[in-house]
């Protein structure tokens, strides 16, 4: 973190500007350690360009702020009978004119009273500062992140023995939920996501009632937090007997699709690149227009985060970027097929950190 943090100040320093003010959770997480669970009261972190970090924190989250934080943290803590201001001019105490805020977190309230304690001092966007010095994974992160696809390739495995004619949907997404939490994760990532029938091509489909009959496809779109880092994988099934000619015509294709997507995820190709080698071979077996989605996102602390991996994203990919690669089929009426993996780029081949075998048979 200490490491983060000097990386953070130096961007801080080479972008022109004094502080920045951060809300966004996952940045607050990824700076000082602390990982508030998102309410109505304010928690903020200061980063000043130089010295120590200044966080603050409702008197009820002090003492875990306190053990979270690194020991020189400036705690500004404030009660519900004071309101935040107070606590917050003081932590945004210095000569600053530049000021960062996350335009896309920081409410319009809490901007005005930052405003009201900075008179004269220009905020600008820093939201994509952040997200840049985050897109690089550091060995710490990168093993949570491995941690947390252990425990879903865990789950998926488990999970599979519940696939079975007569199921629901949201029984199985209960279940997802249930395992995720047996097999040492902290919480699911997102909404477990199963999808029988017709309904598997729908690409944001959500369970319900539905239940699963025999030889639908089922696809089970799931992800476990692991500390703060998320797992997201998708597998697709076929319930209760064998997949039929057309079922398993699909499936060859995508997973031929997304091994070529995982194999060009490789530093220094950009996400278009990546998006184009799994697109490409959909399109050669005649299903691109049944793939109306991007290719993958970048994957950390927030399941959805940089990189995009889409047609239209000419950035290089950098050494330690994590990414998903989730190709997929819809077939309207009919159903979908969809495999998503999270992998680590690298200068070589990429670290797949997800391992459940992809097959069609639960
Ligand atoms: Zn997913
Ligand atoms: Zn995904």
Redesign the pocket.
């Known amino acids: 973190v200490t490491d983060r943090r000097e990386r953070v100040q130096e961007a801080v320093r080479a972008a022109g500007l004094d502080a920045l003010l951060l809300v966004a959770p996952p940045n607050l997480a990824y700076l000082c350690g602390f990982r508030p669970s998102p309410y109505e009261r304010l928690v903020a972190l200061v980063v000043p360009a130089e010295g120590t970090l200044r966080l603050v924190v409702p008197s009820l989250e002090e003492e875990a702020s306190r053990t979270a934080t690194p020991d020189d943290t400036e705690l500004h803590v404030w009660r519900d009978d004071e309101g935040p201001a107070g606590a917050l001019a003081g932590a945004l105490a210095g000569a600053w004119g530049q000021v960062g805020i996350e335009k896309a977190h920081l409410s319009v309230a809490y901007h005005e009273l930052a405003a009201a304690a900075r008179p004269g001092a220009d905020f600008s966007d820093c939201g994509p500062l952040v997200a840049g010095l985050r897109l690089v994974k550091d060995d710490e992160e990168v093993a949570q992140l491995r941690r947390a696809g252990e425990v879903i390739d865990r789950v998926v495995a488990r999970l599979a023995a519940e696939i079975v004619p007569g199921a629901s949907e949201s029984e199985l997404g209960d279940a997802a939920r249930r395992l995720i939490r047996e097999e040492g994760g902290d919480a699911p990532a997102f909404p477990p996501t199963v999808l029988t029938g017709a309904k598997s091509a729908l690409p944001h489909g959500s369970p319900d009632g539905t239940r699963v009959a025999e030889g639908d496809l089922v696809i089970v779109d799931i992800g476990a937090s692991v500390e703060g880092y998320c797992s ?1 994988i998708t597998r697709t099934f076929v319930a209760g007997r064998g997949p039929d000619g057309l079922q398993s015509e699909l499936f060859e294709a995508v997973r031929e699709a997304q091994a070529a997507g995982v194999a060009a995820a490789v530093a220094g190709a950009t996400g278009a690149d990546v998006d184009r080698a799994a697109r490409s071979v959909l399109e050669a077996a005649g299903y691109g227009e049944l793939f109306v989605h991007r290719t993958g ?1 970048g994957l950390g602390l927030e399941v959805h985060e940089e990189p995009s991996l889409h047609g239209a994203n000419e950035d290089p990919l950098p050494d330690g970027a994590v990414v ?1 690669v ?1 190709p997929g089929v819809y077939v309207p009426g009919y159903g979908g097929i969809r495999i ?1 993996d999270d992998v680590v780029v690298r200068a070589g081949a990429p670290e797949v950190l997800t391992r459940a075998p992809i097959q069609l048979a639960p």
């Open positions: 997201d996102h998903t989730e998503e």
